[in-house]
């Protein structure tokens, strides 16, 4: 090959390279264990990635939830932790920069999401509700049904289908929305559970038109709605990207508008507001505010810390406004999508469009020949592991669990394999290695044989349940 034949990676994709805006300053070592060890390693855990030691992964995108790597500035607010049970000061600041950013009035601060689902769940469910959504999320439909509520999908059928190009593939479908209000009643509606990119559908947003479309037809019902607020930035970032009107506006402006549609927000802090740990609720109604006050002291600590340290809570309202940065957003959905374009280039199937924190490989035809109760998102994690190291977590038929009321599995039209990035952890070099394992196991797909389930627990299987190779 003549030397004016090779290309930067930015060049083969056609654009100018872009570049995180940030430098590493601290660096934590990784070591990839022998294939014959990483086999053990998997069959050891039962096929399932949730059960592996970190220390036998080399490149690890089960999730960017708790893995993105903290600023200097998150650091030092580390060291400036006020740790009195009542009223930190970190407490405020938090409360301040949720206000500041996401501009509803009360906050609650929990332990992570999960800890706010259940509050804002148990203070409004009542039992023989229904709660619409733009497709399900596993703890979040958890803590619906464990309130008494029943979870009603209407998301816009687009979202269930892979390869449809919809630009927002979160969007509500409101006919129908409109149907469920018909059939059940607004009195049994107690709130819209919003997600802004919808995880499971392939991290894809919803429209602000479609949010304030949603405003207008709850209004004329009286129906609330709240939003998951998890990956909320990066929906900001699809909005500036794709809708009219929004590509002069900031992601946090457009933050700030999308969350004014709705009366409040739980939070997995997880993701988007760059911390390892904590998660809050902020609702605009004081009576709300109220109930989950009171819980809060039950369930997870004081009102002021929820769970948190206060060395948390600083590192938490740094990472509030540090994730915002339209810069970073930008690089964080430019890796997914480098990745993403490496995979499409090879005809390799995921979902699209590329959507904000994950690329998700589409495992019905990634292994056709492979039936849906083997569990082919689950071997396709598996086999990825097995070839390099690389952790990724099922999104499929484990995922969906079973049906409570006839028992039977639930058979999701997305059975998919999640390679979720976390932020500003990895490199291009990283993403490259990534790629290059996944062709290896897509071209041996066709030797590949599926998963027999031998262990399954009873809430949310897909962490601990254990699978023998067929
Ligand atoms: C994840 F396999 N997500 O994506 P908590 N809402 C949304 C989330 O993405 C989310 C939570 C609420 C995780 C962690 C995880 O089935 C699983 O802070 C949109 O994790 O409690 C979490 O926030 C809950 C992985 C959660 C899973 C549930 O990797």
Redesign the pocket.
């Known amino acids: 090959m003549s030397k004016d034949k090779y290309e930067t990676m930015g060049q083969q994709f056609g654009r100018r390279s872009w570049a995180e805006p940030w430098k590493v300053k601290m660096v934590e070592p990784i070591k990839m264990i022998s294939q014959a060890e990483r086999k053990k390693a998997a069959e050891e855990a039962g096929y399932n990635t949730f059960l592996l030691r970190s220390e036998d992964v080399y490149i690890d995108l089960l ?3 708790g893995t993105s790597a903290m600023s200097d500035r998150q650091w030092a607010g580390i060291m400036l932790g006020d740790e009195a049970y009542a009223g930190s000061r970190n407490f405020y600041h938090l409360e301040t920069a949720v206000q500041e950013y996401y501009g509803y009035q009360f906050i609650v601060p929990t332990h ?4 706010a ?1 259940h509050l804002i769940s148990q203070a409004l469910i009542e039992e023989g509700d229904y709660i619409p959504g733009n497709m399900y ?4 439909r958890l803590h619906q049904e464990l309130a008494g509520g029943t979870f009603v999908d209407v998301i816009i059928d687009e979202a269930h289908a892979p390869q449809d190009q919809h630009p927002f593939k979160g969007n509500v479908d409101l006919q129908k929305l409109q149907s469920l209000i018909d059939k059940v009643g607004a009195d049994k509606i107690p709130y819209v559970s919003l ?1 802004g990119t919808v ?1 499971m559908a392939g991290g894809q947003p919803v429209s602000m038109a479609n949010v304030r479309a949603l405003r207008e037809l709850c209004n004329q019902h009286g129906i609330r709605i709240y939003l ?1 607020a ?2 909320m930035y990066e929906n900001a970032f699809f909005i500036q990207e794709r809708e009219e009107g929004y590509a002069g506006k900031s992601i946090a402006q457009i933050l700030k508008e999308f969350c004014s549609y709705t009366d409040g927000a739980w939070m ?1 802090a ?2 988007d507001n760059l911390v390892n740990i904590g ?1 809050w609720l902020a609702v605009n109604h004081e009576e709300v505010a109220e109930k989950a006050r009171n819980m809060v002291v039950v369930y997870e600590g004081l009102h002021t810390y929820g769970g948190m340290a206060g060395r948390d809570m600083e590192a938490l309202a740094i990472g509030i406004a540090e994730g915002v940065n339209d810069d970073q957003v930008a690089a964080r959905v430019g890796q997914v999508r480098y990745l993403g374009d490496l995979l499409l280039a090879w005809n390799i199937p995921i979902v699209e469009p590329i959507g904000g924190h994950a690329i998700f490989l589409d495992a019905k035809r990634f292994y056709p020949h492979i039936p849906q109760d083997q569990f082919p998102a689950q071997t396709l994690a598996a086999e990825l592991y097995m070839d390099s190291g690389v952790r990724s ?1 099922e999104r499929g038929i484990v ?1 969906a669990g079973r049906d409570p009321e006839t028992g039977g599995h639930r058979y999701p039209a997305l059975e998919l394999t999640r390679l ?1 990035i976390p932020r500003r952890v990895y490199t291009q070099a990283h993403m490259d290695v990534v790629a290059e394992s996944i062709k290896a196991i897509f071209d041996a797909r066709e030797q590949t044989k599926g998963l027999e389930m031998v262990y399954e627990p009873e809430y ?1 299987r ?2 601990q349940a254990r699978f023998k190779k067929l």
């Open positions: 999730t960017d939830s992570q999401g999960r800890g689902e999320f596993t703890t979040t997600a995880n998951d998890t990956r997995s997880k993701k998660g977590m995922s979720t949310l897909f962490f």
